[in-house]
C-alpha cells in the first residue's frame, strides 16, 4: 500500500487546523485584557481566518496591502467584526510593521473570544 503525502490545507498541516477549547495556542488573559498573536497575510483573495500558523499564532488573511497601515486597520475591523467590540477596544501591541502581531483586546473575556473563534472556526468548516 502506498503512503500518501500529508494533506495540507493553506499551506498548513490538517491537523493544526482542529481547534477545541484547549488547543488554542494564540490567545492569553493578563490585567490588562486578552492578548492574542496572529500572523498576517497581506493582499489576499478574501479576509478570513486561515489556521494556525507555526503552532502559536492565528493566521488571518487580509485583502488589504501592507502600506501605510492599511492591513493593521483591516486586522482591527475584521476582528472588531468578528469578535463584537468597538475598534478602540482592540489595539496592536506589538508588531505595527510586522507580520506577527500582538492584539489587545479589552471589554471581553477570554472565554467568550475562545468561545466566538470556536464558532467562527466551526461555521467555516461546515461551509467550506
Known amino acids: 500500500m502506498a503512503k500518501l503525502p500529508s494533506e495540507k490545507t493553506n499551506g498548513l498541516p490538517k491537523a493544526s487546523r482542529r481547534f477545541t477549547k484547549d488547543r488554542l495556542p494564540f490567545s492569553t488573559e493578563d490585567k490588562k485584557g486578552i492578548y492574542l498573536k496572529l500572523y498576517i497575510q497581506p493582499r489576499a483573495s478574501k479576509n478570513e481566518i486561515a489556521g494556525i500558523y507555526d503552532g502559536t499564532a492565528l493566521k488571518i488573511r487580509l485583502t488589504s496591502p501592507p502600506i501605510d497601515g492599511a492591513a493593521n486597520s483591516a486586522c482591527i475591523e475584521f476582528l472588531s467584526n468578528l469578535l463584537g467590540v468597538k475598534k478602540n477596544q482592540i489595539e496592536i501591541a506589538r508588531g505595527q510593521k510586522s507580520r506577527i502581531k500582538h492584539i489587545r483586546i479589552t471589554g471581553r473575556s477570554l472565554g467568550d473570544i475562545e468561545n466566538t ?7 467555516e468548516k461546515a461551509t467550506g
Request: proline share 0%.
Open 117 to 123: 473563534f470556536l464558532q467562527y472556526l466551526s461555521s
